[in-house]
């Protein structure tokens, strides 16, 4: 995977860009993410519709051994996949239809959650970042108006101190 230039996340830890040209890729790169994720984390999603939010997704689930098929919660707005193993559950959520900000988010108890779950928070962007300041912002760009590029740019950047010293660099072997 290539580094692209894209646009940085404001004062992050750490930060990487990657180039992943196909969905089997995003899933791997989810898969390798995962290794670097424990209980308490915060991953937020930001890319436009079809970018692959919902695959990169869905590489976290099979990397950290939950139960379930990953797919969007965008009807049902937070599925909670139970770990398989001794790892911690992944709570994905969708937040494209929620309107409000975190008063609307504090319905879902993403709080008492986030100890000891991953939770991953696609659009939400604007709506979760007072639950902690250790979080990990993941933007992925994709060619807009062209369905068949499947060329996506992906941002890292991990912010506070839990991502202080990580290693997000590993992710683009």
């Not at 930001?46 to 997704?57: C, D, P, S, V, Y």
């Not at 969007?72 to 707005?77: A, D, E, N, R, Y």
């Amino acid at each position: 995977m290539e580094r692209p230039a894209a646009p940085a996340v404001p004062h992050p830890r750490a930060e990487t860009r990657l180039t992943v040209t196909s969905p089997e890729q995003m899933r791997e790169l989810g898969r390798r993410l995962a290794a670097l994720l424990r209980a308490g984390d915060l991953v937020m999603l930001t890319g436009e519709l079809g970018a692959g939010k919902t695959t990169l997704t869905r590489g976290l689930g099979e990397g950290l051994g939950v139960r379930g098929a990953v797919t969007s919660p965008t009807f049902v707005i937070a599925r909670v996949h139970p770990s398989l193993g001794d790892g911690p559950p992944l709570v994905h959520v969708d937040a494209y239809r929620l309107s409000g900000g975190l008063d609307e988010m504090e319905d879902l108890d993403l709080d008492v959650s986030l100890s000891d779950s991953v939770i991953v928070v696609e659009w939400g962007e604007g709506k979760v970042e007072e639950l902690t300041e250790d979080r990990l912002h993941v933007v992925i760009h994709r060619a807009v108006g062209d369905t068949t590029d499947e060329v996506r740019h992906v941002t890292l950047a991990g912010l506070g101190e839990r991502w202080s010293e990580a290693d997000l660099d590993a992710l683009s072997g």
